[in-house]
């Protein structure tokens, strides 16, 4: 195989920009890191090999930073990352061909793709017309993004302006030791009917159902999958998100995340 993408996800957008790039290229696999990290899969030795992953907290999310050996090890002859988020790209591209030159590999382009926010402790996703105006605007940047794979060119990786990227690098360094303790914050209302698709969403193994309703291990990625595909909207986040729309990307499937 000659290019493969491989993605992280919590409500579907980055799997919905994987998807639409792959298409976009052709003969591309995808591959999901968590999915891969869990069975210990190595990527197939490709020349092109594309990461597609939410912005967490204005940096890298722990399951993608965790990824980056296999990455290298790979050897991939061009490499490329699509950061998806809200409007704050901030400093997580920089952060990410760092790491990678560390493991001995590179980044050779890195894109920045605004989708609706999935950040519900801030509100909701924005109205509909909103949440299109973004996917449209993503649909046409993701056309100019496989041109510049097909190509293999080497482009400067896109970032926020200073400010953003110091001040809050600064905090993304403060919290991130704390990111698998954030899940305190969750709880199921009286809404739960146990039917465990919490579980099954959550990338990182965090969710039991010990007594039939979810409890959260402090191994949490912060990805939010468990709250937004709770077909009950029983899973809340302090005391504000009762009130709060859920959001999940419209072309994409619980079946997607959980694969039956
Ligand atoms: C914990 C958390 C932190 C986030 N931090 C940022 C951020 O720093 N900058 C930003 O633009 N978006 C941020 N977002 C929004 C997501 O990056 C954005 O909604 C993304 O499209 C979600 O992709 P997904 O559906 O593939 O998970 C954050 C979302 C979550 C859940
Ligand atoms: S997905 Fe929602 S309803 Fe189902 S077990 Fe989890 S909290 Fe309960
Ligand atoms: S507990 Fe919820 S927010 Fe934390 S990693 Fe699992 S699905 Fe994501």
Not at 108 to 117: Q, Y
Not at 174 to 181: A, G, I, T
Not at 230 to 239: D, L, S, V
Request: charged share 25%; glycine share 8%; proline share 7%.
């Amino acid at each position: 195989m000659a290019h493969v993408i491989c993605y992280y996800t919590g409500t579907g957008n980055s799997l919905w920009a994987a998807r639409t790039l792959a298409s976009a290229v052709g003969g591309t696999d995808l591959a999901s890191i968590p999915a891969s990290r869990k069975e210990n899969k190595t990527i197939p030795q490709s020349s092109t090999v594309g990461l597609v992953f939410p912005v967490h907290i204005w940096g890298l999310p722990r399951t993608v930073r965790n990824f980056l050996g296999t990455v290298a090890e790979s050897k991939p002859e061009y490499c490329y990352a699509v950061a998806v988020n809200a409007g704050q790209v901030s400093n997580t591209l920089v952060q990410l061909r760092r790491e990678l030159r560390e493991k001995g590999s590179d980044l050779s382009s890195g894109f920045a793709l605004v989708m609706p926010s999935n950040y519900i402790p801030w509100g909701g996703p924005g109205s509909k017309e909103k949440q299109e105006a973004r996917f449209a605007a993503a649909r046409s940047k993701l056309s100019a993004i496989a041109e510049t794979i097909r190509k293999k060119e080497v482009r400067p990786v896109e970032k926020g302006p200073l400010w953003q990227r110091v001040l809050f690098t600064g905090i993304y360094d403060m919290s991130y030791p704390r990111v698998p303790e954030m899940d305190k914050s969750f709880r199921a209302d009286e809404k739960c009917n146990q039917c465990g698709i919490c579980v099954r969403v959550c990338p990182a193994d965090n969710i039991t159902l010990p007594d039939g309703k979810p409890v959260w291990n402090r191994r949490c990625e912060q990805c939010f999958a468990c709250l937004q595909w709770c077909p009950r909207e029983a899973i809340q986040y302090g005391k504000k998100t009762p009130g709060y729309e859920r959001y999940r990307h419209p072309e994409v499937t619980l079946k997607d995340m959980i694969g039956d």
